[in-house]
């Protein structure tokens, strides 16, 4: 038998769940999925939702997951965030399809009376079942913490330290984890909104920026200055590479190639640089920032604040309060 987690909106589709007795995933628009393949999930995907081909691979999993591995007697477990307790049931039946429901795809459950506090979970349960995922299975681990406390196993009794240590712990994997969250919603920019981010990120450091029209950028895709005209000092030339693969010690020279006394440059590839591109700006006489993707998300998470409603919108962010 296996566990598996399934996300309810934080415990919001519970009430339906348990006066149904099912667990029950969307995507109906592409229909039964049973006889259905992972391969044959995911091109109905693409051809429903064509727009949204980078989070397919991962629905189709989901999908595939739900319909053709769950097994009758497998658990799923689904978070109450307004309790902070893990609902638990049994699976009772195989996939099947009811279209007049809001989400079709469903599975007969057995839901268990008993629920699982999230403050008796270890912190690697926590942090695993904090997955973005809404579907996803549960290590053998986990699941036997889960059974254990069930059945009443007692529970060592964490000290201070040791929740201090815990709470540490959590809040280095959020931060990390809205870091690389971060960085994925950037990739997903495409070459003319990682212009605007670049201007906008500029203008959030209290500059005036502006991009070059296309076809005439004069080796500079955006162009900052304090005035906004360019007749005060420091005056700032970008150049943005969003695309895969390293930028060279060539892309930074033919950059830098008729710059002058008193220009300061920077280059902003999402793909990064080789070693010769870092060694050719740091001999470089004109003044030359090379941001990576790393470089270029601390700068959003920096100056964000200050971000224009363009920019807002251009990258919608939400600020998290996490405890001291």
Known sequence: MSMWMLRSLG????????????????????????????????????????????????????????????????????????????????????????KKYERPNIRKVKWNKKTVSRDLLSVTAKNYLGASQTLFSVTKEIESEFRNILDGKKIQEKTEDEKEQETEQQTGNLLENSIELLKDKILSLTSDEMEELAKEILNAMGYIARRSPKGADRGKDVFA????????????FVEVKHREGQMSAQHVRSFMGGRRKGDKCLYISTGGFTKDAKYEADRSEIPLTLIDLNMLAELITLHYDNFRAEGKVLLPLRKVYLPA
């Open 225 to 236: 200055s304090k005035d906004g005209l360019g007749l005060e000092e420091p005056r700032i």
């Open 11 to 98: 415990g919001d589709l519970l009430p339906e769940f348990t006066e149904k007795n099912i667990v029950a995933l969307g995507w109906g628009l592409i229909g039964d999925l049973r006889g259905k393949s992972r391969d044959n999930i995911k091109q109905a995907l693409l051809k429903e939702y064509p727009n949204k081909y980078k989070s397919i691979p991962v629905w189709a999993s989901m999908l595939d997951n739900f319909a053709n591995k769950m097994k009758i007697g497998d658990l799923v477990i689904t978070y109450d965030s307004s309790l902070r307790v893990y609902h638990i049931a049994e699976i009772m039946s195989d996939y099947s399809f009811i």
